[in-house]
């Protein structure tokens, strides 16, 4: 390979690092956004339970047990709405993520080239050995985070949890609805 190969070849993959990081450092404002309104309507949410709870409770009297059971009902498209938030949160810091895996894999490539070009071979030693698995241990460490971020994508891109979200958004203002009622018929 020519070394006008090799200079093209990276330059292609700076070109779309870049681009990647470029994307990646957009939407993050947009992720935060609807993160703050997810967090906002599921801390309403919260709010919402709180007042019927008082409400069942102590302006209504219903026992303990049926105010609890209401509550807790009540709570699930909080619960929801608050998963999709913390979600949220996580994606947020994905470019960071992808910047100290490339770094990572940059320098462990060049590790690996620098010692194929100089002909070491690793001698299988007991410390040669030990540090391979303390390498595997900080990779499998970098996996977890990455892993954990692509299951917060899923979460956030699967049709099925996207309405389950939408459906939970709908309810809480309808919930809202039925506390403002709430708050009106205990007052007249």
């Not at 030693?125 to 985070?145: H, P, R």
């Not at 996207?162 to 809480?172: D, K, R």
């Amino acid at each position: 390979m020519s070394d006008l190969d090799k200079t093209d070849t990276k330059s292609a993959a700076l070109k779309l690092d870049d681009k990647l990081f470029n994307l990646l450092n957009r939407l993050v404002p947009l992720v935060d956004n609807i993160s703050d309104g997810v967090r906002a309507i599921a801390l309403l949410g919260v709010i919402i339970t709180a007042w019927l709870f008082v409400w069942a409770f102590f302006i209504q009297h219903f026992s303990l047990n049926a105010s609890l059971i209401l509550c807790g009902i009540v709570f699930l498209p909080s619960l929801v709405l608050l998963r999709y938030w913390w979600a949220l949160e996580e994606v947020k810091d994905l470019p960071n993520i992808a910047e100290n895996i490339v770094d990572d894999v940059t320098d462990e490539v060049k590790s690996t080239w620098k010692e194929v070009n100089e002909d070491k071979k690793k001698a299988l030693s007991f410390i040669g050995q030990a540090k391979n698995i303390w390498e595997m241990k900080s990779l499998l460490g970098q996996l977890d985070d990455v892993f954990s971020q692509y299951l917060n994508i899923g979460l956030l891109i699967n049709p099925f949890s996207l309405l389950l979200a939408i459906i939970a958004l709908l309810a809480v203002l309808v919930l809202l609805l039925i506390a403002f009622g709430t708050i009106l018929t205990s007052i007249f």
